[in-house]
């Protein structure tokens, strides 16, 4: 039934680590092999063996416009006749940061980077060059790409396959990155008040995506803002995952946070790889050429991805006065309390969160608001869950510990036949 993904995954394995380009696509966390796309079309996604699934992976995060929109292959086509990479300076650039910049009105400069990876290593270069200090903190179960400084106790595929720390990062770069549980207020305060001088700056995802989703607790966003600003260390909203998702501003906009920098990425680049930190004007003054921080991308600001980013955020600007956010949240919800319910009336434990065009499932007895609580969550169940999803024609993150996403191309047909679905699998576990 899989024959032609298990074939292609064997071919695979043999030439690249795992089989897979990114950890997780290996499927380690449900077991089994890797469905291996063929293509995409709006809400749908099929593999080369002739499945077709409702996708809510949607490429973790990026496609909020579904699979090859033909806004957006235009967009792409047309600048990819005239020329897909120049090393000079675009007009396209501009456009792209000025529509950042109207949309989220914290940043009031920014960099196009490659990918989320970037963006935060960035990030934290600016940080500490900007206060002359060396600390970072960050949070448990929070992913924040791979840079060296930030893959201690990081979410996503590092917490799937339980690798806390990694090899390779040198244990002096590890320990200038404290951490602190998520939505814990009371251990913010106290590290603050012991260590506060000596922070460069905090970096967090204002809703948690790389361990579930999770929301902040009411006063968590806003006590990091104020103990950032009292002891003159920077604030970082990580919104590569909850940028022109959660709202069209972002988190920023939704929970009314004004962060010193942001980090985009995933959305941002309408399904080609971009990236991008911005904010305060006198912080980015600090970047090379203007500044001494240097920090440069052969391919940064590429045209096909600005043509494909730029196209995506006009439309969601467009989309979000006819209410799109509220239609991802509203059907997100749906599909968590389609899923609590059915578990619930089978006796199984289950809680989950709908945030924008974000959800979260979990298997779990009560809201789940921190790594702790995302790793007590029953693994099996999920498996059985993911699996029998599939069978079924929906295909939803591989891991638990993962976020699902909506987009403004699924409709009432998708949810309910998804949600026909995941009574029938959660009846049957
Ligand atoms: C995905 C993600 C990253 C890393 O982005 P890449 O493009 O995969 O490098 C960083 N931070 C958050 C919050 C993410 O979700």
């Known amino acids: 039934m899989y024959k032609a993904s298990e074939a292609a995954f064997e071919a695979a394995k043999r030439v690249m680590p795992g089989g897979v380009n990114s950890p997780v696509r290996a499927f380690?966390?449900?077991?089994?092999?890797?469905?291996?796309?063929?293509?995409?079309?709006?809400?749908?996604?099929?593999?080369?063996?002739?499945?077709?699934?409702?996708?809510?992976?949607?490429?973790?995060?990026?496609?909020?416009?579904?699979?090859?929109?033909?806004?957006?292959?235009?967009?792409?086509?047309?600048?990819?006749?005239?020329?897909?990479?120049?090393?000079?300076?675009?007009?396209?650039?501009?456009?792209?940061?000025?529509?950042?910049?109207?949309?989220?009105?914290?940043?009031?400069?920014?960099?196009?980077?490659?990918?989320?990876?970037?963006?935060?290593?960035?990030?934290?270069?600016?940080?500490?060059?900007?206060?002359?200090?060396?600390?970072?903190?960050?949070?448990?179960g929070c992913y924040h790409g791979h840079s060296d400084s930030l893959l201690v106790k990081a979410g996503s595929g590092v917490?799937?396959?339980?690798?806390?720390?990694?090899?390779?990062?040198?244990?002096?770069?590890?320990?200038?990155?404290?951490t602190l549980p998520y939505n814990d207020v009371a251990a913010a305060e106290q590290l603050f008040a012991e260590r506060g001088e000596e922070i460069a700056g905090v970096i967090v995802e204002p809703v948690a995506g790389n361990m579930g989703c999770i929301p902040p607790v009411p006063g968590f966003l806003e006590t990091l803002r104020r103990l950032t600003e009292e002891?003159?260390?920077?604030?970082?909203?990580?919104?590569?995952?909850?940028?022109?998702r959660v709202a069209l501003g972002g988190a920023q906009e939704r929970f009314g946070i004004r962060p010193d920098l942001t980090t985009l990425g995933k959305v941002i680049g309408g399904g080609l790889p971009v990236g991008a930190y911005g904010g305060r004007r006198d912080v980015m003054a600090l970047v090379a050429p203007d500044?001494?921080?240097?920090?440069a991308g052969t391919l940064s600001g590429n045209p096909l991805a600005m043509a494909a980013g730029l196209a995506s955020l006009q439309m969601l600007e467009r989309a979000a006065k006819e209410?799109?956010?509220?239609?991802?949240?509203?059907?997100?919800?749906?599909?968590?309390?389609?899923?609590?319910?059915?578990?619930q009336a089978r006796g199984i434990p289950a809680t989950g969160v709908a945030i924008g065009g974000m959800f979260g499932l979990f298997f779990h007895p009560e809201p789940v608001r921190s790594y702790r609580d995302a790793s007590q969550c029953d693994f099996a169940h999920y498996a059985a869950f993911f699996h029998g999803?599939?069978?079924?024609?929906?295909?939803?993150?591989?891991?638990?510990?993962e976020s699902g996403f909506l987009s403004a191309v699924h409709g009432e047909r998708e949810i309910s036949t998804t949600e026909a679905a995941i009574r029938e699998v959660v009846a049957s576990l």
Not at 232 to 241: F, P
């Open 231 to 244: 002891h003159g260390a920077l604030l970082i909203l990580d919104e590569v995952m909850t940028g022109f």
């Open 28 to 140: 380690r966390a449900v077991g089994g092999t890797p469905f291996f796309a063929a293509r995409g079309e709006g809400a749908y996604l099929e593999d080369i063996d002739g499945h077709r699934y409702i996708d809510y992976l949607l490429s973790w995060g990026p496609l909020i416009w579904g699979h090859a929109h033909p806004a957006i292959v235009e967009a792409v086509v047309d600048a990819a006749r005239r020329g897909t990479s120049f090393g000079v300076p675009t007009t396209l650039e501009t456009e792209m940061a000025e529509q950042v910049i109207r949309l989220m009105p914290s940043i009031e400069v920014v960099r196009m980077v490659n990918s989320g990876t970037e963006a935060t290593m960035s990030a934290l270069r600016l940080a500490r060059a900007f206060t002359g200090r060396t600390y970072i903190v960050k949070f448990e």
């Open 159 to 178: 917490a799937t396959l339980g690798l806390p720390d990694s090899p390779g990062v040198p244990t002096a770069t590890a320990s200038s990155t404290l």
């Open 389 to 401: 999803m599939l069978q079924k024609g929906v295909a939803f993150a591989p891991s638990q510990q």
């Open 323 to 343: 209410g799109l956010y509220e239609q991802m949240q509203r059907y997100g919800q749906r599909l968590v309390d389609t899923f609590v319910g059915a578990a």
């Open 291 to 295: 500044g001494p921080m240097y920090q």
